[in-house]
C-alpha cells in the first residue's frame, strides 16, 4: 500500500509540471463573414496575405480569415479574462482596452486598468502592422494568469484601435510564443517570464491541435504529453532563434520533388491556418494534386476526389513528415479547398495549423530546437 501511495504522490507531483491550456475551435472571421454575406467584399479588399507577418521591420500579425484555436488567459487582480491566440509567430501580448473605441473592441472583452490593484501603466506607445491595417496602444504590466501559472509584472500592450478586420475575430487578442528578438519594443515574452520566475519545469512548451472536434486540442507548458503522439519525437535544429525556423529539405508527392528544390526555410506557426510557400510552388503542389485556382486565388478541388488525392510529404531535418489529403483539403459552404496558400515572392515558408494538426509540435527554448511527432 506504501509503495503505491508513493508511486501516486509521484504521479501527481508529475502531472502538476504540465500546466495545460484547452484551445477552443471557434468560428472562424471567414465563416463569420460568410454568414452575414460579407466574405466576397472583404476577400476583395483584403487579399489574403499571410507572408506579412514575416515581412521584416514590423512585429505583424496576419489577416489570415481561417484562424480558430483559442485559450484564455486572464490578466490583473482580480483577474479580467480573456481569448487569445496562442501565435508561435509573435512574441507581444496585448489585449482590447476600455480606452478603445474601434469597431473590434466594441465586440470583445475590454481590459480596464482601474479595477486591478496590480496594474501598472508604461512609457511607451506599441504599433504592429498587420495584413490589413493595425492595432496602436500603450504597454503596461500586470500579473497574467496562463493555465494555472501566474506570471507577475508581465509587459503587455493595451489596445486603442484596432484593425476593422479584427471585429470578425473571435479572439480578444494575441499571445506571441516566439523569440524575444521579435518582440516589439524588446518586450519579455510571456513565456520567457515564465522561465525566469521558476513557474515551469522544463523551457519548453507542446502544442496538440486536435483534428476534427471542437475540443481536445490544448498547449502545454513546460512539459511534454506522450499520450497524444505515437512513436518518439524527431529533434530538429532551429536554423533562426527569431521565429521557430528549421530547414526544410524538400517537398514530395509520389517521391518527385514539386517544391522547395535543393532545401529551404521554413517556419512552425500555431498562428497561420494554412501551409504557405513561395507562389510558384505552391501553385505546383496545387497542380499535382489537382487542384485549380479560382478568381480569389484560392485552390478547389473535386470534393469527391478527395479520397484518391496523394500525400504531400515535407522532409526537415532529414526525416520525412507526410500530409494525407484528409487534412490538406477543407470543406465550406463554397465547396472544397487545399490547405495551401500562396505566400507571393518570399521564399520562406510556413507550416501552419494545416500541418500541426497532424504532428505534435514541441518548442524547446531551452535548447533552441522543435520535436515533432506524428498524432494519435
Known amino acids: 500500500m506504501m509503495k ?5 504522490t509521484a504521479l501527481v507531483a508529475l502531472s502538476e509540471c504540465l500546466h495545460r491550456i484547452p484551445l477552443i475551435k471557434g468560428k472562424t472571421a471567414r465563416q463569420d463573414l460568410q454568414e452575414k454575406g460579407l466574405w466576397d467584399k472583404y476577400r476583395k479588399l483584403y487579399p489574403y496575405n499571410p507572408m506579412t507577418k514575416f515581412q521584416a521591420g514590423s512585429e505583424s500579425m496576419t489577416n489570415d480569415a481561417d484562424l480558430s484555436y483559442y485559450g484564455v488567459i486572464s490578466i490583473g487582480n482580480p483577474p479580467q479574462s480573456f481569448t487569445v491566440i496562442f501565435d508561435t509567430g509573435s512574441s507581444n501580448l496585448w489585449v482590447p482596452s476600455v480606452y478603445c473605441s474601434s469597431e473590434a473592441c466594441e465586440n470583445h472583452h475590454k481590459f480596464n486598468p482601474q479595477q486591478s ?3 501598472k501603466w508604461g512609457d511607451r506607445s506599441l504599433s504592429i502592422q498587420y495584413g490589413t491595417g493595425s492595432m496602436t496602444g500603450y504597454l503596461a504590466s500586470d500579473t497574467v494568469e496562463v493555465g494555472g501559472i501566474s506570471v507577475a509584472n508581465q509587459v503587455f500592450g493595451l489596445s486603442l484601435s484596432e484593425a476593422p478586420f479584427m471585429a470578425s475575430m473571435a479572439a480578444d487578442g494575441i499571445l506571441g510564443l516566439a523569440f524575444q528578438s521579435l518582440a516589439s519594443d524588446n518586450v519579455v515574452p510571456v513565456f520567457y517570464n515564465m522561465i525566469s520566475q521558476n513557474l ?6 507542446s502544442v496538440y491541435l486536435s483534428g476534427n472536434s471542437e475540443q ?3 498547449v502545454l507548458f513546460g512539459g511534454i504529453d506522450n499520450s497524444y503522439f505515437t512513436g518518439s519525437l524527431t529533434w530538429i535544429p532551429l536554423s533562426s532563434a527569431t521565429y521557430w525556423q528549421i530547414t526544410m529539405d524538400s517537398v514530395t508527392i509520389n517521391g518527385q520533388t514539386v517544391a522547395c528544390s535543393g532545401g529551404c526555410q521554413a517556419i512552425i506557426d500555431t498562428g497561420t491556418s494554412l ?6 510552388d505552391i501553385n505546383n503542389i496545387n497542380s ?14 473535386n470534393c469527391q476526389s478527395v479520397q484518391s488525392m496523394p500525400d504531400v510529404t515535407f522532409t526537415l531535418g532529414g ?3 507526410s500530409v494525407p489529403s484528409s487534412a490538406y483539403v477543407s470543406q465550406s459552404s463554397s465547396g472544397c479547398s487545399t490547405g495551401f496558400g500562396q505566400g507571393g515572392y518570399s521564399q520562406l515558408w510556413i507550416l501552419g495549423d494545416v500541418f500541426i494538426r ?6 524547446d527554448i531551452g535548447n533552441e530546437q522543435i520535436g515533432l511527432a506524428k498524432n494519435v
Not at 200 to 205: A, G, N, T
Not at 275 to 280: L, Y
Request: charged residues 5%.
Open 288 to 301: 499535382w494534386v489537382g487542384a485549380s485556382t479560382n478568381q480569389y486565388g484560392e485552390a478547389m478541388v
Open 358 to 363: 497532424e504532428y505534435y509540435v514541441v518548442f
Open 319 to 321: 526525416h520525412s513528415f
Open 4 to 8: 503505491w501511495l508513493i508511486v501516486l
Open 275 to 280: 501551409i504557405v510557400g513561395p507562389t510558384n
Open 216 to 218: 481536445g486540442s490544448e
Open 117 to 119: 490593484s496590480t496594474f
Open 200 to 205: 515551469v519545469s522544463q523551457p519548453l512548451f
